[in-house]
């Protein structure tokens, strides 16, 4: 079956831009995690979703928002970019959350110039 | 809070032993365990769950202490292929999220 897509893979916006990146999950998964990995800060947690309503959210400012629609896809939305934010942006589908095996997109690599 | 992994990195001969441990400051509910490989997705090893009951892959060998929260992973007899950044997951209850520590980089060289 085909795994978790995440588009665009490679994204390049200016600073003060603002960015939606979009997560495809398993078919069947109606649970969404969204994380930030940068080099030597490991995974960073961002959102969690189930069946449209996000359970969970992580230590990010508002800038950073996230939905998911009713065919469990899911969008992350950052608005007035910095350089900080250049990271990869991984996002895990599940099929309930909680304890269950996540897999894992092949994430979208954002520079912010 | 992101769990403490130790150690950051280490590097082993093909057929060495190695342990990964993950600390928490807070109570855990479950562990989690991943293994990164370079320029891929995450991929699952092991979920540790209160209680005792694991679920993952066969070859993998992990262990869950409750009271001293923290979780330990063994890799034996390593393979080149065990090579990849391990990174350990937790949650401290049934409604929090999976937040994970900042990796350990385990190199397994010929």
């Known amino acids: 079956k085909a795994g978790v897509t995440q588009t665009p893979r490679y994204l390049i916006k200016t600073r003060g831009q603002q960015v939606t990146l979009s997560c495809s999950p398993i078919?069947?998964?109606?649970?969404v995690s969204w994380y930030q990995q940068t080099p030597g800060q490991g995974l960073q947690f961002l959102f969690e979703y189930f069946s449209e309503t996000q359970r969970n959210k992580g230590n990010f400012p508002g800038r950073f928002s996230g939905r998911q629609f009713s065919n469990s896809r899911s969008e992350m939305n950052v608005s007035t970019l910095e350089l900080g934010d250049s990271a990869l942006y991984l996002c895990?589908?599940?099929?309930?959350?909680?304890?269950?095996?996540?897999?894992f997109g092949q994430g979208t690599r954002l520079t912010v110039v | 809070q992101q769990p403490v992994q130790s150690p950051q990195a280490v590097i082993l001969r093909e057929g060495e032993d190695a342990v990964i441990n993950c600390s928490s400051s807070k109570a855990l509910y479950s562990v989690h365990w991943y293994r990164q490989k370079h320029g891929e997705a995450p991929v699952f090893l092991m979920i540790l769950l209160k209680g005792g009951e694991q679920k993952g892959h066969e070859k993998i060998s992990a262990s869950f202490n409750e009271k001293k929260q923290q979780s330990s992973l063994y890799l034996t007899a390593s393979q080149l292929s065990y090579s990849g950044t391990y990174f350990c997951g937790q949650r401290t209850s049934g409604n929090t999220p999976l937040v994970f520590g900042k990796g350990t980089r385990l190199s397994v060289i010929a």
């Open positions: 078919s069947g998964h109606r649970s």
């Open positions: 895990a589908s599940s099929f309930a959350g909680g304890d269950t095996e996540a897999f």
